[in-house]
């Protein structure tokens, strides 16, 4: 079942991106804020597409002219934000949806999924809140923000679960010792094959201050035993409902 659903899900991922190009041809307005639901029984869809300085502006605006239809009627959705890599490396795509087994997404991706020629091919995995650390309000993702995205690739052998219980334990340091870490999240897959890890920044400058520290740079990070890092800073290009 997640076999499929993951590739239902890289496939489906360019409807959000066009719902994404639609919304963005309306007149601007302030976009509110969408919470990052913790309950067990909502699943997020992460969708990555590989870009470059040169593309990244095109894939997300490829689907300006398309028709197609808002998630906001079909079952299960509950919402979406798409974050855009400062370094122009990536667009991801993250949408919440209620309902372990994601019937409903499925359903709809099969039937509405267009073809959008995307250059690269994109990765899609299901995965679920475990554990949050934040210190005030609960994690939110609104237009503008800078937020970080990290995905640690499980390496051959290893158990997910053992690196989700590292990152818990990791989590309330870098709140303490970093001022402008305003909120994180470790979001492991359905598969196990990934941990996704998001946070919230104050600051670029924030963010690149803790990859200085011991135990959070690339020689001594502490997934290193576990897990191959891909990690950026990302802005909120989009939210939708």
């Known amino acids: ?14 409807v959000i991106l066009a719902v994404l190009s639609v919304l963005g041809g309306l007149p601007q307005t302030a976009q509110a804020a969408i919470s990052l639901d ?18 990244q502006s095109e894939i997300l605006s490829a689907v300006s002219q398309a028709e197609a239809s808002t998630f906001s009627d079909v079952p299960g959705f509950q919402d979406s934000a798409i974050l855009k890599a ?13 309902g372990k087994d994601l019937t409903s997404f499925e359903s709809y991706a099969k039937e509405h999924v267009l073809s959008i020629p995307v250059g690269q091919s994109a990765q899609s995995f299901a995965c679920q809140v475990q554990h949050t650390e934040t210190k005030a309000g609960s ?10 995205f990290s995905q640690f690739k499980m390496k051959p052998g290893k158990d997910q679960s053992e690196l989700a219980m590292v990152v818990s334990q990791m989590m309330p340091g870098a709140l303490t010792m970093s001022t402008g870490l305003q909120w994180a999240t470790m979001c492991p897959s359905t598969d196990g094959s990934t941990i996704a890890l998001l ?3 104050a600051s ?3 963010f690149a201050a803790i990859a200085q520290r011991p135990g ?13 890092n891909e990690h950026g800073l990302y802005d909120v290009a989009q939210v939708i409902r």
Do not use: C, H
Request: charged share 20%.
């Open 216 to 228: 959070f740079d690339s020689e001594t990070g502490y997934w290193q035993d576990y897990a191959n």
């Open 199 to 201: 946070a919230q920044w």
């Open 86 to 98: 400062q370094d122009k490396s990536q667009v991801i795509a993250l949408s919440q949806w209620s």
């Open 38 to 55: 913790k309950t067990s029984d909502v699943v997020n869809v992460v969708t990555v597409y590989p870009t470059n300085s040169e593309t």
């Open 204 to 206: 670029a400058e924030d």
């Open 139 to 148: 994690p939110q993702f609104q237009q503008g923000d800078f937020v970080q």
């Open 1 to 14: 079942m997640l076999r499929l659903l993951t590739r239902q899900l890289t496939r489906a991922a360019v």
